[in-house]
């Protein structure tokens, strides 16, 4: 019997709904300003007018917090800001037109030539090439750890590291890092750090209640959550955003129109009532996998053979859709032929969205030019959508003879 609505029975941590719903739907939304709308207006425009030289001498002094040109500060956007900054329990956020655009900001923001920048070992890809081939052209050095463990993380750290940059759950393996513990021993070092927490989404992880100081999203994933605008999130203190909002924003401009920023401020709406959604199918999902002949391993950090499942249960409160699964079979032809098969799982990039989707590492086996991925061709990451559950099923169910 449970007494609280909202507690859910997978991990007993609450979502904290009421807080949640006020943010969702009501706060930043000042509706007296707009003809009471219900949906706060896309403020198309590029530029405001300054009234009076007093109001433009006000706008310049804060430039961020005024209506000057839509570059810095428009109020469609600024609705969806202030949502977000809540959502993570942080004190302000900024939107960009990617989730690369805010890493490259969070990361780009914080170092200078000369300077060295610790990584777990398996970011997302372009976070990867942005330290490899990107900030190394500008003399920033970097070392990539297995961040399961600190220690390692310990060991890297350098007089000149600045940054100690994190994703946890990482892309495809989801292995976590101990954000507490990498907290402290940054602070302990005068580093900043920084975490891509797309994975579980403000909702089901926030890093900057363990001390982290730099909370980044792609937002096209769970935030819009409707597969139709390409967003990036940055959630900080007031004074890192300020710093941020002053140079890489104003100089590299990668910001968020207003009509995106109301495509996903609608998404938001939605945000909790979807990702309980994926999170539960994904689950079930799961349970029958695991039964079935030709799934080796699974990997889902909330699966009981996680190897980290303890450290994911205290940091996360959930998980949400994506997992991977390792399947046993003896051929490339089989595996392909598996994927052929599939007819209502959609072969896409991405995930968060209304759609299930495979990516099969098998399709980057064989591309000319391309070197030899790290994971097996056998190896297969799932997102499960809204869809129902057992339709899915039954379509992984055929498709799996093929192996
Ligand atoms: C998709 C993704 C990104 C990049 O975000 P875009 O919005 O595609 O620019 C960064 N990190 C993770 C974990 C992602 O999945």
Avoid at 3 to 9: G, H, L, Q
Avoid at 143 to 169: H, K, M, Q, W
Avoid at 171 to 192: F, N, P, R, W
Wanted: proline share 5%.
């Amino acid at each position: 019997m449970m007494d609280d609505p909202n507690k859910t029975s997978e991990t007993g941590q609450e979502h904290h709904d009421p807080e949640l719903s006020d943010i969702l739907m009501h706060l930043g939304e000042e509706r007296e300003r707009y003809f009471y709308a219900v949906s706060p207006p896309v403020i198309q425009t590029s530029n405001f007018v300054l009234p009076d030289l007093a109001a433009f001498r006000e706008a310049f002094a804060d430039e961020q917090e005024h209506h000057v040109y839509s570059r810095g500060n428009n109020p469609t956007v600024e609705i969806l800001r202030k949502k977000l900054a809540a959502l993570e329990g942080t004190e302000d956020a900024w939107v960009f037109s990617s989730g690369a655009g805010a890493v490259a900001a969070a990361v780009i923001g914080n170092i200078s030539a000369g300077e060295h920048i610790v990584c777990q070992r398996s970011p997302y890809t372009w976070t990867n090439v942005l330290l490899r081939k990107f900030l190394s052209r500008f003399g920033v050095e970097h070392t990539f750890v297995d961040g399961t463990d600190i220690e390692n993380i310990r060991a890297a750290i350098r007089p000149d590291t600045r940054i100690l940059y994190l994703e946890s759950p990482n892309s495809m393996t989801y292995e976590c890092q101990d954000l507490t513990a990498c907290a402290e021993l940054a602070k302990a070092h005068g580093i900043v750090t920084i975490i891509d927490n797309s994975y579980c989404s403000p909702v089901y992880q926030n890093p900057a209640a363990f001390g982290i100081d730099i909370v980044v999203h792609s937002g096209t994933k769970y935030l819009n959550g409707h597969s139709d605008v390409v967003v990036g999130v940055l959630c900080a203190s007031r004074e890192m955003v300020k710093k941020i909002f002053l140079s890489e924003v104003m100089t590299l401009g990668g910001i968020l129109g207003p009509h995106d920023a109301a495509l996903v401020l609608r998404g938001l709406r939605t945000l909790p009532l979807r990702l309980q959604r994926s999170n539960d199918s994904a689950q079930w999902l799961i349970e029958r996998l695991e039964q079935h002949p030709k799934v080796s391993r699974i990997f889902y950090p909330f699966h009981h053979s996680f190897p980290q499942l303890e450290l994911a249960k205290r940091q996360m409160r959930g998980c949400g859709g994506l997992f991977s699964v390792d399947f046993k079979t003896d051929t490339q032809q089989k595996m392909e032929a598996f994927v052929g098969r599939l007819k209502r799982f959609t072969m896409a990039v991405s995930w968060g969205g209304h759609e299930s989707l495979i990516i099969p590492t098998i399709g980057f086996y064989n591309i000319p030019g391309k070197g030899q991925p790290s994971l097996p061709w056998t190896f297969a990451r799932f997102y499960i959508g809204l869809e129902d559950p057992a339709w899915l099923w039954e379509d992984l169910q055929q498709a799996l003879e093929a192996l």
